[in-house]
């Protein structure tokens, strides 16, 4: 009796544990297991702020996959990272915390016929989920960040806010981003992200907060299970009632929510007889359910750096990073109180959404079908993101001087990539082609974000305390900026849509608006996986809100209110 549960929830990342915690506290108060593939993550030392950008290089901490080789990336294959362990994504990411904009809620729901994703409902969501400390770093005045307290919440188990420190010359970039024509945004959380922004960040007083804090501590009616890899779901005809993990069988009385992410959730569906039937029966795996959609869809967001040296003294980061001694002293220092140099270096950028004002007359825009059109010229809808501060040493052959690196974002990719079966194993992972850049119209936007960026690098009010390019294009080219894209492009673990839902026979799609899995009982996915849009922003947020929708309509559903 042990292994029956009213639910069962597979992944412990955002959406996971925003379904376990949203069924678990509920009144009625049912039984709850959580079953994530990796460790417990309880280490309080992963969580320094100013070193969020190295833990996707944790083994412990990261599946490590790779793409296939991507013909326009110089037929490289990039690292896809994925979070393992409790916290998922949110453990690993670089802790931006962007909602992306309001008509990306509102094209949801219109593509799944549900207002329950409008963006009204979403943003109420939002603004339970987080604590929101809406004080700006000293010396940041109402100019650069203004957050609205009607926009924010301060009462849920996210952490998200400000740094009370941060380097010195943030207002200085931003002032530059402004007499170079880039508007500023006093809160790109608003709904509105158009415009260069205070970054907001899934960090407070130093800490980085993940997924693990909604279930911490966990209710008496939820069982959380790590080091538990589920390879299948238990179906009986066409009911789910339970999942396989390492031997062990699990049983749900009501349902199992996948929640293992978009480049896990597919595998478990096929190994369990729902997906390609072609694939099923290469690898001998039953069919249950046909659906040619799981697996499909692939989406990501694609950066890019670019890196000059500036004139001394510049920014005190510079010789923090340098010096192996303060830095030590500064963990010692972070370790006692959450404080100091870990506390504000590589803790707080500015971040910035923008339009291409010239999008609609670009051939590749006018070759796309018409609803995609209409979307991305929707007044909220980002084309490209800009990202300041990156400590880009960490994670490059740069070497510690006084340097400023800039980062670039496409949105609204077309491309569309798959992962697929490459073994009968469920333990093996899928083959991921995300087809990076192959769509023309992603190549042209890669170019002009590039472009947008290489401009603002060029205004007098930057350039004058620019020594060297140390990384970038050779040129503003078309072919120079596409061949550094090739040369440099990463995965911004911001995989989606690869078990999308949508309506009722729509035939690229998995799910139902309820994140039922068409044509089987019992059975929901609750993640990244289901989102039918490619958010604008960094899609931590929109994971957490995936988990706590479902839990809502899971809650509404069985009575638990």
Same mark, same amino acid.
């Given at each position: 009796?042990?292994?029956?549960?009213?639910?069962?929830?597979?992944?412990?990342?955002?959406?996971?544990?925003?379904?376990?915690?949203?069924?678990?506290?509920?009144?009625?108060?049912?039984?709850?297991?959580?079953?994530? =593939?990796?460790?417990?993550?309880?280490?309080?030392?992963?969580?320094?702020?100013?070193?969020?950008?190295?833990?996707?290089?944790?083994?412990?901490?990261?599946?490590? $996959?790779?793409?296939?080789?991507?013909? $326009?990336?110089?037929?490289?294959?990039?690292?896809?990272?994925?979070?393992?362990?409790?916290?998922?994504?949110?453990?690993?990411?670089? %802790?931006?915390?962007?909602?992306?904009?309001?008509?990306?809620?509102?094209?949801? =729901?219109?593509?799944?016929?549900?207002?329950?994703?409008?963006?009204?409902?979403?943003? /109420?969501?939002?603004?339970?989920?987080?604590?929101?400390?809406?004080?700006?770093?000293?010396?940041?005045?109402?100019?650069?960040?203004?957050?609205?307290?009607?926009?924010?919440?301060?009462?849920?188990?996210?952490?998200?806010?400000?740094?009370?420190?941060?380097?010195?010359?943030?207002?200085?970039?931003?002032?530059?981003?402004?007499?170079?024509?880039?508007?500023?945004?006093?809160?790109?959380?608003?709904?509105?992200?158009?415009?260069?922004? #205070?970054?907001?960040?899934?960090?407070?007083?130093?800490?980085?907060?993940?997924?693990?804090?909604?279930?911490?501590?966990?209710?008496?009616?939820? /069982?959380?299970?790590?080091?538990?890899?589920?390879?299948?779901?238990?179906?009986?005809?066409?009911?789910?009632?339970?999942?396989?993990?390492?031997?062990?069988?699990?049983?749900?009385?009501?349902?199992?929510?996948?929640?293992?992410?978009?480049?896990?959730?597919?595998?478990?569906?096929?190994?369990?007889?729902?997906?390609? %039937?072609?694939?099923?029966?290469?690898?001998?795996?039953?069919?249950?359910?046909?659906?040619?959609?799981?697996?499909?869809?692939?989406?990501?967001?694609?950066?890019?750096?670019?890196?000059?040296?500036?004139?001394?003294?510049?920014?005190?980061?510079?010789?923090?990073?340098?010096?192996?001694?303060?830095?030590?002293?500064?963990?010692?220092?972070?370790?006692?109180?959450?404080?100091?140099?870990?506390?504000?270096?590589? %803790?707080?950028?500015?971040?910035?959404?923008?339009?291409?004002?010239?999008?609609?007359?670009?051939?590749?825009?006018?070759?796309?079908?018409?609803?995609?059109?209409?979307?991305?010229?929707?007044?909220?809808?980002?084309?490209?993101?800009?990202? /300041?501060?990156?400590?880009?040493?960490?994670?490059?052959?740069?070497?510690?001087?006084?340097?400023?690196?800039?980062?670039?974002?496409?949105?609204?990719?077309?491309?569309?990539?798959?992962? /697929?079966?490459?073994?009968?194993?469920?333990?093996?992972?899928?083959?991921?082609?995300?087809?990076?850049?192959?769509?023309?119209?992603?190549?042209?936007?890669?170019?002009?974000?590039?472009?947008?960026?290489?401009?603002?690098?060029?205004?007098?009010?930057?350039?004058?305390?620019? #020594?060297?390019?140390?990384?970038?294009?050779?040129?503003?080219?078309?072919?120079?900026?596409?061949?550094?894209?090739?040369?440099?492009?990463?995965?911004?673990?911001?995989?989606?849509?690869?078990?999308?839902?949508?309506?009722?026979?729509?035939?690229?799609?998995?799910?139902?608006?309820?994140?039922?899995?068409?044509?089987?009982?019992?059975?929901?996915?609750?993640?990244?996986?289901?989102?039918?849009?490619?958010?604008?922003?960094?899609?931590?947020?929109?994971?957490?809100?995936?988990?706590?929708?479902?839990?809502?309509?899971?809650?509404?559903?069985?009575?638990?209110?």
């Amino acid at each position: 009796m042990e292994s029956i549960y009213d639910f069962v929830i597979v992944g412990g990342g955002p959406s996971g544990c925003a379904v376990a915690s949203g069924l678990a506290k509920s009144p009625k108060k049912p039984s709850v297991l959580l079953l994530e =593939a990796g460790g417990d993550n309880d280490d309080h030392n992963l969580r320094v702020d100013g070193q969020r950008w190295t833990t996707s290089i944790n083994k412990d901490l990261n599946w490590g $996959y790779k793409t296939t080789p991507q013909e $326009y990336c110089g037929n490289r294959e990039l690292n896809l990272p994925s979070g393992r362990g409790l916290g998922g994504g949110s453990a690993i990411n670089f %802790a931006n915390y962007t909602i992306g904009c309001r008509d990306d809620y509102d094209e949801w =729901a219109r593509i799944v016929g549900d207002d329950t994703f409008r963006w009204e409902r979403m943003q /109420t969501r939002f603004k339970d989920l987080e604590s929101f400390n809406g004080e700006p770093p000293a010396g940041v005045g109402k100019k650069y960040a203004a957050p609205k307290p009607t926009d924010h919440g301060t009462s849920g188990p996210l952490k998200v806010g400000y740094t009370k420190e941060c380097v010195e010359d943030l207002t200085e970039i931003l002032d530059c981003f402004e007499q170079a024509g880039f508007p500023l945004n006093p809160d790109h959380n608003s709904g509105n992200p158009i415009g260069m922004s #205070v970054s907001i960040n899934s960090c407070q007083n130093g800490v980085r907060s993940t997924a693990a804090d909604l279930i911490t501590p966990a209710p008496d009616n939820l /069982t959380v299970s790590t080091h538990s890899p589920v390879q299948r779901v238990i179906i009986e005809g066409k009911k789910a009632i339970g999942v396989e993990s390492n031997g062990k069988k699990y049983f749900a009385s009501k349902e199992v929510v996948l929640c293992a992410g978009a480049l896990h959730s597919p595998r478990i569906l096929m190994h369990s007889g729902i997906g390609p %039937a072609k694939q099923l029966n290469e690898y001998q795996i039953p069919i249950i359910q046909a659906n040619e959609a799981v697996g499909q869809n692939l989406r990501d967001h694609l950066c890019i750096p670019i890196v000059h040296s500036r004139k001394e003294p510049g920014v005190s980061s510079a010789s923090f990073y340098g010096d192996a001694k303060a830095m030590d002293a500064a963990l010692e220092q972070w370790k006692k109180d959450g404080t100091g140099p870990w506390a504000k270096y590589g %803790a707080q950028a500015a971040i910035g959404f923008f339009k291409l004002d010239d999008i609609a007359k670009m051939k590749e825009f006018q070759d796309l079908p018409a609803e995609e059109q209409r979307f991305m010229l929707l007044d909220t809808v980002p084309h490209y993101e800009i990202f /300041t501060h990156l400590p880009a040493h960490m994670f490059y052959p740069i070497p510690t001087m006084n340097y400023h690196c800039l980062a670039t974002w496409y949105f609204n990719g077309q491309s569309r990539g798959e992962i /697929t079966l490459q073994s009968s194993d469920p333990d093996v992972p899928l083959k991921y082609n995300p087809r990076f850049l192959a769509s023309p119209f992603d190549r042209r936007v890669a170019i002009e974000s590039m472009r947008s960026l290489l401009r603002f690098t060029e205004h007098e009010a930057y350039a004058k305390n620019t #020594v060297a390019l140390i990384s970038g294009p050779k040129s503003d080219s078309d072919e120079d900026i596409l061949e550094y894209w090739a040369e440099r492009v990463i995965s911004s673990l911001h995989m989606t849509g690869t078990a999308k839902m949508g309506k009722p026979g729509d035939s690229n799609v998995v799910l139902d608006n309820n994140f039922r899995v068409i044509g089987i009982e019992g059975l929901r996915v609750a993640d990244l996986c289901a989102v039918p849009v490619l958010p604008s922003g960094h899609v931590q947020a929109t994971a957490y809100v995936t988990g706590v929708t479902c839990a809502e309509k899971l809650a509404k559903e069985y009575h638990l209110e």
